[in-house]
């Protein structure tokens, strides 16, 4: 598990994408009006464009060194909750790894979402004015900007992923999708609230550091990192993301735990609360059963899991014609919010036939073919590997 996963710790408190988001939600998303679906369908696009400028203005190109002379990289994670009619995802997890190698320490800030952001226009309400808001009025760009003048210090690097990315990457190391989603959104039944939620964000991340960085570099998997790897948005390259993960390999953090140190940006009294998979029902029952009734209406789903499974499925089975629809799922990577691995790999692959049709250029679709069959290959799925060598043959003739 350790080899298989390593890349994941990268980007995984951006496993933390998690903020306002849930499967329920992100299905309400694709039935809002034609005009905010056409908005939001520019998300991917909008991210993709700051990745390509902070990319533009790095020296070295992806080969260059990501550590700095005094070997510091700081690598800004940001999970982004898209939300109807805006232009952009709203910052909802936010935090910044400061990873010395020379010293063998990583230092993990959190910002929580509702710290005070100034915001581009008028006509805000005074209750607007925080950092989350920052990224979802001002567009990622400007949201950086905000989270880098609260930290006072510049990220080398910045790491975005979604909803479906996150529960792709629990379902990756073996943790509970839906218990851990809720662990990682709650705030409620804290003394406060949303500073405590950032705080266990950084834990989090520092207990997947413990658990998955493997001691020894020959331990690495580079086509399972890969596969990792494509499942955030990142101006770092492969390569920079193996660099690092190499120099987390050198702390031997599964012994020294006391390497990786844990602050906030600003300053709160938090509670130390580790999470812990096995107990994860019983913990989030002791926290939110007594306060029931405070909890705001429409902050937690209230139907079950197979109800909102069924709603997903029902979801896509009316939208697979629609090729907008279609583009949008695929690149939101939607099939990782099914819980059924049988369902979820017929859905994998249906979308990538439907976005496949939609492609022109035949070396970008040989490319999507590729990694989908060594991503089946890698996972054990090698019938769908096999169905995938097939349709590479009968589009692009091998």
């Known amino acids: 598990m350790k080899r298989r996963n390593v890349l994941l710790i990268v980007g995984s408190v951006i496993l933390l994408g998690i903020g306002g988001w849930f499967v329920v939600q992100s299905i309400v998303s694709y039935q809002q009006s034609a005009e905010a679906r056409k908005v939001e369908q520019d998300l991917q696009t909008q991210i993709q464009s700051v990745i390509d400028t902070r990319r533009s203005v790095q020296l070295g190109g992806e080969d260059a060194e990501p550590f700095d002379e005094q070997g510091i990289v700081k690598v ?98 073996g943790l509970p999708t839906t218990e851990t989603l809720q662990w990682l959104r709650l705030r409620q039944g804290y003394a406060i609230g949303e500073p405590q939620r950032a705080h266990n964000h950084s834990t989090f991340l520092k207990q997947l550091l413990v658990k998955f960085t493997p001691t020894n570099n020959s331990q690495l998997d580079t086509v399972w990192e890969y596969l990792l790897y494509q499942l955030v948005d ?84 009316a939208g697979l014609e629609d090729t907008d629809f279609v583009k949008r799922a695929f690149e939101q990577k939607l099939w990782l919010q099914i819980d059924d691995k049988a369902t979820r790999e017929s859905v994998h692959f249906a979308f990538l036939s439907k976005y496949l049709s939609q492609i022109s250029d035949n070396e970008t679709g040989k490319n999507l073919l590729a990694d989908y069959i060594i991503e089946m290959e890698i996972i054990g799925q090698t019938e769908w590997a096999k169905v995938g060598r097939e349709l590479l043959v009968e589009k692009f003739g091998g």
Request: charged share 20%.
């Open 76 to 173: 800004l994670l940001i999970g982004l909750d898209s939300r109807s009619g805006s232009t952009l995802g709203h910052c909802d997890a936010i935090q910044f790894i400061e990873i010395d190698k020379t010293n063998q320490t990583v230092n993990i800030t959190a910002v929580p979402r509702g710290t005070y952001s100034p915001l581009p226009g008028t006509g805000h309400l005074p209750s607007d004015y925080y950092v989350s808001n920052a990224c979802g009025i001002g567009g990622l760009d400007y949201g950086i900007t905000q989270i880098e003048n609260i930290l006072g210090q510049k990220a080398d690097y910045v790491v975005v992923v979604g909803f479906s990315e996150a529960l792709g990457a629990f379902r990756l190391l």
């Open 234 to 317: 990142s101006d770092l390259s492969f390569k920079q993301t193996q660099d690092i993960v190499s120099a987390f390999s050198v702390m031997d953090l599964a012994n020294h735990s006391e390497r990786i140190g844990l602050s906030m940006k600003p300053a709160y009294a938090v509670a130390e609360i580790p999470y812990n998979s096995e107990n994860l029902d019983e913990y989030l029952s002791a926290r939110l059963d007594s306060i029931s009734g405070q909890i705001p209406e429409g902050a937690y789903t209230g139907i079950s899991e197979p109800e909102e499974q069924q709603q997903l499925m029902d979801l896509i089975n």
